[in-house]
């Protein structure tokens, strides 16, 4: 059982290139989010999906898209990425119902130069 | 805006000592409270959850809820070493789907 798998794990980017961060779920999960974290900020919630072919938008979500074709996967896909992009993503998945938290991917380290 | 606050630390305590951890939350209507201990350039890792006013236990660990006051709390009893992290506090509303996190409380235990 491999939880919440997220690619790639580290990543540079040039200002203006474009790129897809991969989150995959083998928990059957309903519920799959988007964060980015930076230092001192705390988690803030970029997109979020509550099944297949539903996705919302969270607190952050300029320069950003996903898509939710199936149960598992829960893609984010940053256009034209700017330095203001430049921080750590995690993928978290849990299923429907109270009080079930989040499981979380190992995340995504991304720079923008 | 719905917002959860942690003293953001440092916090530190000695070895064998009780660590206490705090969050408060501005939505009155929230049900579901969770913490989550995140070790440096790794990813949270939930370790508690709690739901109704008053105490649950886990452990070493205690959380502590009062809906009243929007305030919860985590106790960590006879710290070790390896609960030096960031403790972050998460909160879902009674709408929606997600959680709101807290900044997080650094925590450093020496030994």
């Known amino acids: 059982n491999a939880g919440v798998t997220q690619t790639p794990k580290f990543r540079i980017l040039k200002i203006g290139q474009s790129m897809t961060l991969q989150c995959t779920q083998d928990?059957?999960?309903?519920?799959m989010y988007w964060y980015r974290q930076d230092p001192g900020m705390g988690l803030k919630l970029i997109y979020y999906?509550?099944?297949?072919?539903?996705?919302d938008k969270g607190e952050v979500p300029n320069g950003y898209n996903v898509s939710r074709s199936t149960t598992e996967d829960f893609p984010l896909r940053l256009e034209l990425a700017a330095p203001s992009q430049t921080s750590v993503y995690f993928c978290?998945?849990?299923?429907?119902?109270?009080?079930?938290?989040?499981?979380f991917g190992s995340g995504t380290r991304l720079t923008v130069v | 805006q719905k917002e959860v606050e942690q003293n953001s630390g440092p916090l530190s305590v000695p070895e064998g000592a009780i660590a206490s951890l705090n969050c408060t939350y501005s939505?009155?209507?929230?049900?579901?409270f969770f913490w989550y201990r995140q070790y440096s350039g790794k990813s949270p890792e939930l370790i508690m959850f709690?739901?109704?006013?008053g105490d649950k236990e886990d452990g070493r660990f205690t959380a502590q809820l009062n809906k009243a006051s929007q305030y919860v709390s985590l106790l960590i009893r006879d710290s070790q070493p390896s609960d030096s992290a960031t403790y972050l506090c998460?909160?879902?509303?009674?709408?929606?789907?997600?959680?709101?996190f807290g900044t997080g409380t650094s925590l450093t235990v020496i030994p």
């Open positions: 998460a909160v879902k509303g009674d709408t929606g789907n997600q959680f709101y």
């Open positions: 939505d009155r209507g929230s049900q579901s």
């Open positions: 978290a998945s849990r299923m429907r119902g109270v009080p079930n938290g989040y499981t």
């Open positions: 928990m059957n999960h309903n519920y």
């Open positions: 999906s509550v099944g297949a072919g539903i996705t």
């Open positions: 709690i739901y109704s006013n």
